[in-house]
């Protein structure tokens, strides 16, 4: 069964670059997608983009001019940059491995889930 | 960009019957995806492809789609189904995953 960890700093300063990863393990990088997803604080899921196995990233329009998503496969990683951020980027974040629907209609699902790491900005 | 509207909050008592809404234009016409958070602890995937349970789910969890709106039923409700409750698609329109604002569902 496949496992997600995400590691990075718990504190970031106001402007400055967010950035963490997300280790992979009972399972390859190779031929999936993989999401990274907020939670602010009391508040709901907020899907922020993903990376494929062959490096392409889609992200979220309102986070798309700060973020990039990059991968490993040597170490069966990826990893989240956020730049410029402010408080509202304060929030748990998680790394997440994506299934492709198996019937019906075409659309991907989140089936494996990091436990998250709550990153604060704040001076 | 797609939205996906669900009621902040369902109540039900023990043993009951839940069901949390999803709303969505022509919600019907793609697959609807569930997942149930516990407080402190990341989601879990309960439902996909509208009606298919992941290994390990009880089938008290069951979904369904149609229309603008899709539906997860969780039977005989128990104190342990306590979570909040989100519901997702997959937009094709700019190949984004959208995620509903979440349901507390309250075990009374």
């Known amino acids: 069964q496949v496992q997600l960890q995400e590691s990075g700093p718990g504190l970031v300063k106001p402007s400055e670059t967010l950035s963490l990863t997300c280790s992979v393990s009972?399972?390859?990088?190779?031929?999936?997608?993989w999401s990274w997803i907020r939670q602010p604080p009391g508040r709901g899921l907020e899907w922020i983009g993903y990376i494929f196995y062959s490096g392409y990233t889609n992200y979220a329009p309102s986070l798309k001019s700060r973020l990039a998503i990059s991968l490993d496969t040597s170490k069966n990683q990826f990893s989240l940059r956020l730049n410029s951020v402010t408080a509202a980027d304060t929030a748990i974040y998680y790394c997440?491995?994506?299934?492709?629907?198996?019937?019906?209609?075409?659309?991907?699902?989140?089936?494996?889930w990091g436990p998250g790491t709550l990153v604060t900005v704040s001076s | 960009s797609y939205v996906l509207t669900q009621p902040p909050s369902v109540s039900v008592a023990p043993g009951q019957t839940a069901r949390i809404t999803c709303g969505g234009n022509n919600i019907g016409s793609t697959n609807v995806h569930w997942y149930q958070q516990k407080p402190g602890q990341a989601p879990v995937l309960v439902v996909h492809d509208d009606s298919d349970r992941p290994s390990g789910i009880p089938e008290r969890f069951s979904g369904a789609s149609s229309a603008n709106m899709a539906t997860l039923t969780i039977s005989r409700v128990a104190a342990g189904d306590e979570a909040d409750y989100y519901c997702q698609v997959w937009d094709s329109s700019g190949d984004h995953r959208v995620l509903g604002g979440g349901t507390k569902l309250t075990v009374l």
């Open positions: 009972g399972g390859s990088i190779s031929g999936f997608y």
């Open positions: 997440v491995r994506e299934s492709r629907s198996g019937r019906g209609f075409l659309s991907y699902y989140f089936d494996s």
